[in-house]
Nanobody, 124 residues
Framework: QVQLVESGGGLVQAGGSLRLSCAAS????????MAWLRQAPGKEREFQAA????????YYAESVKGRFSISRDNAKNTVYLQMNSLKPEDTAVYYC?????????????????WGQGTQVTVSS
């Protein structure tokens, strides 16, 4: 199994930045594509960004393109999400997820491993 632990969430003012981290442990070789998704109260879990195992390919939701950047350090088994120009509508619990298969997916059902989530709150 793979365990994922997110960190870096918190309270930030609109226009500010946060960097989320996701540390993987266990059978990390089983994770291929890694992604960040978020869930706001009363809403479904929503894809934000994904990155291939090599780190050479990344994908973003339209709403965060140009503001969020996903990266990974396989030597540290860690995935990052740099979030800039944050908006109040970015407020949500952010989840790290791992997929056994390669290739992008914006569906939460396609991901096999999940972290516990980290809260991001953006004040106006």
């Amino acid at each position: 199994q793979v365990q994922l632990v997110e960190s870096g969430g918190g309270l930030v003012q609109a226009g500010g930045s946060l960097r989320l981290s996701c540390a993987a442990s266990g059978r990390t070789f089983r994770t291929n594509t890694m992604a960040w998704l978020r869930q706001a109260p009363g809403k479904e879990r929503e894809f934000q960004a994904a990155i291939s195992f090599s780190g050479r390919t990344s994908y973003y939701a339209e709403s965060v393109k140009g503001r969020f950047s996903i990266s990974r350090d396989n030597a540290k088994n860690t995935v990052y999400l740099q979030m800039n120009s944050l908006k109040p509508e970015d407020t949500a619990v952010y989840y790290c997820a791992g997929r056994l298969l390669s290739g992008n997916s914006d569906s939460a059902r396609e991901y096999d491993y999940w972290g516990q989530g980290t809260q991001v709150t953006v004040s106006s």
